[in-house]
């Protein structure tokens, strides 16, 4: 079968090259663009309609929803949508909808200036965790043991130049273990543990270096994925869970997961899947 996905990223990293190489053996074209020099706007650029389907791998959460949005409004088939994306992209707006849907996640507060943080430690107990509306791989995540340190803290939030960059939720810390499930259309095609050492760095993200371990995901893990792809819609998706109180809640949906670390801990080809996957979306 011939066709063409593009896929859509500031870099090629290790995914990126085994995507490409697997639908490469497919006879599929999959040709990267650079996500900082598209210049989509009005009219789209004619060689960008010659793709059958655009894979947005972005990993800046602004400009993937940004881009999908102007893809979409041309006619470009994305994966994932362009509502999938911004909804995941936004820390709160996703929660938010999960709540709506009868989908568990943690406790949270948003964040807009120094009283809505005061109010936020008034409500919770330490530690407490407080991360950006916009932003994912554990940056910009502090983890607040001590009341006396709080406010420093959020004087380097409040310091960023950004009014967008200072919007940010607070949650209490649910601990160092959480558990990422890989999706691919509405499957859950592997599961893993991402633990940290507890010592030296907290954030179980494994581009911060935790520990992984592929896992069997049950019932209620089930559950719960099914019910927020019903919600976001079916595409390739990394929900991460946490434990809290005896049951597993939604902490965040990654809309351009990174796989490297679950791919190795799981017997499962994740990449042969994906290309199955986007293959049958070709026309």
């Given at each position: ?156 939030i409040e310091d960023l130049g950004h009014s ?120």
């Amino acid at each position: 079968m011939e066709g063409r996905i593009a896929i859509v990223a500031d870099r090629v990293g290790w995914e990126e090259r085994e995507l490409t190489t697997d639908l490469g053996r497919r006879g599929v074209h999959a040709p990267w663009l650079n996500d900082e020099s598209l210049g989509l706007g009005v009219p789209l650029d004619s060689s960008l309609n010659e793709n059958d389907i655009v894979l947005i791998r972005s990993r800046s959460y602004t400009r993937g929803g940004l881009l999908a949005s102007s893809f979409k409004a041309h006619g470009v088939q994305t994966i994932n949508t362009a509502s999938a994306i911004r909804t995941s992209e936004n820390k709160v707006l996703a929660r938010s909808v999960m709540h709506e849907n009868k989908i568990p996640v943690p406790e949270f507060r948003l964040v807009l200036s120094r009283k809505d943080f005061q109010a936020a430690l008034n409500d919770f107990t330490l530690p407490l965790v407080i991360k950006p509306v916009f932003g994912g791989m554990g940056r910009r995540v502090f983890l607040i043991r001590d009341a006396d340190t709080a406010q420093s803290f959020y004087d380097y939030i409040e310091d960023l130049g950004h009014s967008f960059e200072q919007a940010c939720l607070v949650e209490r810390y649910l601990g160092n273990r959480s558990i990422r499930c890989f999706v691919v259309g509405r499957d859950i095609v592997a599961s893993a543990e991402f633990e940290s050492d507890g010592d030296t760095e907290w954030r179980s993200n494994a581009a911060t270096g935790s520990r992984q371990r592929g896992i069997a995901h049950g019932v209620e893990v089930r559950h719960i994925v099914d019910r927020v792809v019903d919600v976001l819609g079916p595409g390739i998706y990394g929900v991460d869970l946490f434990e809290h109180a005896g049951s597993l809640v939604v902490n965040e949906v990654n809309h351009a997961p990174a796989f490297r670390a679950i791919a190795e801990t799981s017997e499962v080809d994740i990449v042969s899947i994906l290309g199955d996957y986007l293959q049958k979306g070709l026309p």
